[in-house]
């Protein structure tokens, strides 16, 4: 990169009215090129989904900010409060939604990332998912002290290309009575240990065991989740929570769904209380109308893989994850929960 074009860099915040008829914005997004696979596989046209991430450039917790260069956009940086993580770490937590630039440069994602952590002087946390192929993206996080806690491996299902038969019905699979709910949370705890929490030197590994059962419990219930257990002498043996996503289906006009939570007791594992769980959440889900579904899970669970895989699941991404604590200390003291709006 020549010093001339170092010059004319100019990066600002988004405006709400930039968002609407901007051109060089809508060619960023659709030249991304690595969901492109994904979102075939989910029949969602190109132009469909560049409305949806428009949409989440908005609203109050999100930061977002531009590169232009010589007066043409080039990149573009999005950061979302997270609200939920933010309460239960204590610390001021966000993740970047959008990393993208039009060229291959390095140099514009390392701009852009540390324009936005000079700006949001009171964040504590960034993360970021980042495709495993957009390798000048990883460079520029590495580069700027982010490090690197794991793989996610997406996968989707399609209800229409291929329906399911009989051997998806699981009667014995039933939704989760409210008197069973904390046997669910026990068991959740015992179960999803493997988080990208773990992998993670700042978090303590009881910090990182607990967020899933936290999670349910604070909010599975009483949310849009749907909980399916199997029982066996009276004791849960697996869980599956699952949910319909009605932003995405209502802007498509498709039934999106995903399947986000799954555990079975260590002692009743391998004998196809997984594999049941999958198929009685699908059968429910083809029932509720629902044409595709999606799973993400960590690229080292191969249990998770393997179940996914016999239900009919096909891999469409890989991602890597990256956390940056940028005051590790502040999490264990932080009076400050509120998002750190730098364009409210
Ligand atoms: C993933 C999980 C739910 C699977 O439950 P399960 O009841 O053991 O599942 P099943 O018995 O139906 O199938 C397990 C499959 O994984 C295979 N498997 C087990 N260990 C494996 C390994 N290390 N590598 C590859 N395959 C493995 C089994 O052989 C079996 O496949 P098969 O039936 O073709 O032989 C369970 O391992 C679990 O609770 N893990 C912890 C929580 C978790 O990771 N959840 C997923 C992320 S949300």
Redesign the pocket.
Known sequence: MTNKKLKEFRIQGLERDDLKDSPELDALFLGYPYKDFQLRQLDIPKEKMLKYLKASLGGKQVNSAYLTEEGRLVGLISARHLPWLSGHFKANMFTLQHLLTSGKEPGYFQNMIRYLLDQMESIDFLDCRVAAGDINAIQALENSGFRFVGNEIFLVRSLLKDPLDESYRHPECVPCPDDMQDQVFDLAAK??F?NRYMYDPEVAPEEAAAIYQRYLSGLAFNSDYHCLIKLEDGQVQ?FIFYKYNQNLSHMVGRGYASLD????NNS?????????LNRAALWHLSKMGVTHVVVR?LGS????L??VH?VGFRITSSDLHFHHWLRPKARENSANQHPDLIFP
């Open positions: 179960t999803h493997h697996g939570f799954i555990g079975v009743a594992r391998n004998r196809g209380l997984g594999d049941a899970t669970n191969y249990p998770a393997r179940i016999k």
